[in-house]
């Protein structure tokens, strides 16, 4: 594929792919149920999403999908998409210029704090560092409703992170490596609250009035330049040590 594409398509896919086999060595991937897409540069709004037979871990930057705005395939591919992705990830792609990468996941904790009535809680720095970025969207079913699309957008406003109440966790951003290390401070905020309430209610100590609001402005500060020259290029380097393959 590298051949049949433009070098920034190519640099693309190939950190989304990465992305795929980092979100399995990390444990987040749900067989292939879940989702990450990204933009194709250009002007044609055309987003990558996975092959739904594939593991996470068997995801290549060439056999990723490439899919116009109605889900349909841009060239021929023997792999198929998952619908109920299409229709989360191509109302945000269509909605948000800064919505280059989105990522969806349902691990068991990601989850727990979206069935939590009060959601994601300022427990831990990882918390407050995401939680002013975090929306809400009420569960309606897998969602495969293409009418869902605009109420995914309403919800999330201009927040990065949004939680599906009793389902799931997403982040968007404008590289694949924004998206991701916003991805892993929601995973283990979400991790660390399950963790903390298995204590009991009773035996958690709050954070001093302020200090979430603090942490908050420092994590927009940061998280980009975070992402984008240090977290992102180290990962990546990773996923070559765990299998140069994904780049093929």
């Keep these: ?45 055309h987003f990558l999403l996975n092959p739904y037979q594939l593991m996470f871990e068997e995801v290549t930057a060439s056999s990723l999908v490439k899919v116009d705005m109605n889900g349909a395939p841009v060239e021929p591919t023997p792999f198929i998409t998952n619908a109920a992705g299409f229709t989360i990830h191509s109302a945000l792609h269509m909605a948000r210029e800064d919505a280059q990468a989105v990522m969806h996941l349902h691990t068991p904790n990601g989850q727990a704090v979206a069935a939590h009535a009060e959601g994601l809680l300022p427990l831990t720095q990882t918390a407050m ?47 694949v490596g924004e998206a991701f290390l916003k991805l892993y401070f929601l995973e283990r905020a ?30 927009k500060a940061s998280l980009k330049v975070g992402a984008n020259l240090l977290a992102w290029p180290a990962l990546l380097r990773k996923a070559y040590r765990l299998d140069p393959g994904f780049a093929t």
């Design 1 to 45: 594929m590298q051949d049949k594409v433009s070098p920034e398509e190519w640099k693309v896919r190939v950190d989304l792919a990465a992305a795929y086999r980092l979100v399995a060595y990390f444990g987040w991937d749900d067989l292939i149920f879940t989702h990450l897409s990204a933009r194709v540069p250009g002007p044609e709004h």
């Design 129 to 175: 560092v995401i939680r002013s970025e975090i929306a809400y969207h009420d569960y309606e079913g897998i969602a495969v409703d293409l009418s869902e699309r605009e109420r995914i957008i309403a919800d999330l406003g201009d927040k990065s992170a949004m939680i599906f109440r009793n389902h799931g966790t997403l982040t968007v951003g404008e590289t």
């Design 190 to 219: 979400c991790e660390a609250q399950v963790l903390a309430l298995s204590a009991g209610e009773a035996n958690l100590n709050n954070p001093p009035q302020g200090s979430p609001e603090v942490a908050a402005e420092q994590g």
